[in-house]
């Protein structure tokens, strides 16, 4: 629960901080798509470059990004044992039943990892430099289009940012619960798979009343403040286009150019 980081925003004050929260959001959403195109040794040394470039101009601690694999590592691990032990073709090294250890397994096991390290390196980057508030203005800002179809913008991109901001609210709450739980005698990892999903059950009630409450005293926060979704908002801070934005947007599709050259 300590390595949990997605959704934690990190004040700054470096390039990344001052982009344009919608070009940071297009910039890791292309990379993110870019990352499934990438076939071979040198379409992936150029990604890992792209994003090892983009975590120093952030100037955020390497171990913010280190803690940000810690919670997906079990799926990571489950995966590649899945694509090792199960997958099929090239050359045959073990074999027992559906169970075969074969070199396109391996490979295959190798590949998504580096995938998940890459994706989960840029979309780190993004919520470590953008705050929710700015994560929804980049979100308007990248539907704003849809207005003309009668879509709730704001709304959506409202709602995605306090989602965003309450992950690690509700994360150091669940810590705090499994705490107490513990101090009354509660251990979550003691006895089999059933007895483990049962002692996970006081856990969840308090969790879900605390999601609730905090649900009540935003909705009660914004309605003092005027906040009405059939209304136009404004924004204190706006944020316009930079010089650094387009770099960093030409950056990327530099990028995208090298791997669709070298992808065999």
């Known amino acids: ?52 470039l983009f975590v120093l101009l952030s100037k955020c601690p390497f171990g913010y990004f280190i803690k940000g694999l810690m919670p997906m590592l079990w799926v990571i691990i489950f995966t590649v044992m899945i694509q090792v032990f199960f997958g ?28 998940f390290m890459l994706i989960i390196a840029m979309s780190t980057v993004l919520t470590l430099t953008t705050s929710p508030l700015e994560i929804s203005q980049g979100i308007s800002a990248l539907l704003k289009p849809l207005k003309r179809f009668k879509f709730p913008v704001e709304t959506f991109s409202l709602m995605i940012s306090i989602s965003l901001r309450f992950v690690p609210t509700l994360t150091d709450e669940t810590k705090l619960i499994m705490d107490a739980q513990r101090s009354r005698g509660v251990d979550f990892g003691d006895g089999g798979l059933i007895k483990r999903v049962k002692a996970f059950v006081p856990l969840l009630i308090p969790l879900f009343v605390s999601a609730f409450k905090h649900a009540d005293d935003l909705s009660i926060a914004m309605e003092a403040r005027g906040y009405q979704t059939n209304k136009e908002r404004s924004h204190f801070h706006t944020f316009k286009w930079k010089p650094n934005d387009f770099v960093c947007m030409l950056l990327i599709l530099v990028m995208a150019i090298v791997i669709f050259i070298y992808r065999s």
């Open 88 to 115: 099929s073709g090239g050359h045959v090294y073990f074999s027992w039943g559906i169970v075969k250890l074969t070199s396109y397994g391996i490979l295959n096991a190798v590949v998504l990892t580096i995938r």
């Open 1 to 52: 629960m300590n390595n949990f980081i997605f959704g934690r925003y990190l004040p700054g004050n470096s390039l990344i901080h001052k982009m344009n929260p919608a070009a940071k959001m297009l910039i890791a959403f292309a990379y993110i798509i870019m990352v499934f195109f990438a076939n071979n040794l040198i379409t992936y040394v150029v990604m890992a470059t792209t994003v090892l």
